[in-house]
């Protein structure tokens, strides 16, 4: 299965990705059980994935057949962030996009930098068959990526639940896109990705999906608080929002 099917309203399950060792405690369970009861109003906006009229202009602009991107909504990007990523490309023609999450957004970036350049692509994803399935996907539209199985491993820092096991990555990044992993780990589990933040040059940008979500909206006052250098701002673009941070110094 690969994004371009229909899905439904919650990401794929990880459980049986966990390693061994690590076991989520029960207050961490109750914990994400009540972030979910406060995000159906999110959650639900997020099954239209956008305008039929927008994502056909998106499609065309990367000149991919209209039905390329057949299903959006759910846990997919919506066509609010893929345009963002599509903008942004366009306007710094990045050299190395860094992803975090495989999926549509994959596609969409892909074609994206073949347009704008013809910068590298290296994505992680937690599941091993969705990454060979969306691998196989963009290369039947002639779209070339990196895009990596990562095993989970216990967040870093003080970040809760889980975290990729990224393997070696370029000394710079210029873009760094973050999709993944999904709030049913833990609301704040994409906080981790600061560990990355180093690696963006001066100009730099990292951009958040769902930045309007109550959980990323902690994790942007913590990157705020931690990250002066950085100046972050959340677009409402799309049904779930982006936060989007760009490095000053």
Do not use: C
Request: charged fraction near 25%; glycine fraction near 10%.
């Amino acid at each position: 299965m690969t994004s371009r099917a229909k899905t439904s309203l919650l990401p794929l399950a990880d459980s049986d990705l966990w390693p061994d060792e690590l076991r989520r405690s029960l207050s961490d369970k109750l914990f994400t059980i009540a972030f979910g009861a406060i995000q159906w109003p999110w959650l639900l906006r997020s099954l239209s994935g956008g305008k039929k009229a927008d994502k056909a202009r998106l499609m065309a602009d990367l000149s991919l057949a209209p039905d390329a991107l057949p299903n959006l909504g759910s846990w997919k990007a919506d066509t609010g962030y893929l345009s963002l990523i599509v903008e942004r490309i366009a306007a710094s023609r990045p050299r190395t996009v860094v992803e975090l999450g495989t999926g549509a957004s994959s596609l969409v970036t892909g074609a994206a930098l073949a347009k704008h350049g013809g910068g590298q692509l290296i994505s992680f994803d937690q599941h091993a068959g969705f990454v060979d399935a969306t691998r196989e996907w963009l290369s039947e539209h002639g779209i070339n990526a990196d895009l990596r199985a990562a095993p989970l491993v216990a967040a870093p820092g003080d970040w809760p639940g889980v975290w990729y096991d990224i393997d070696a990555l370029p000394d710079q990044v210029d873009l760094l896109l973050i999709d993944g992993p999904p709030w049913t780990i833990h609301p704040y589990v994409r906080g981790a990705a600061e560990t990355l933040f180093d690696r963006l040059p001066v100009g730099g940008v990292v951009m958040l999906d769902d930045g309007a979500r109550p959980g990323e909206r902690v994790v942007a006052q913590r990157w705020r608080r931690r990250w002066p250098n950085f100046r972050f701002e959340l677009v409402n673009r799309g049904t779930k929002g982006t936060l989007i941070g760009q490095r000053l110094s």
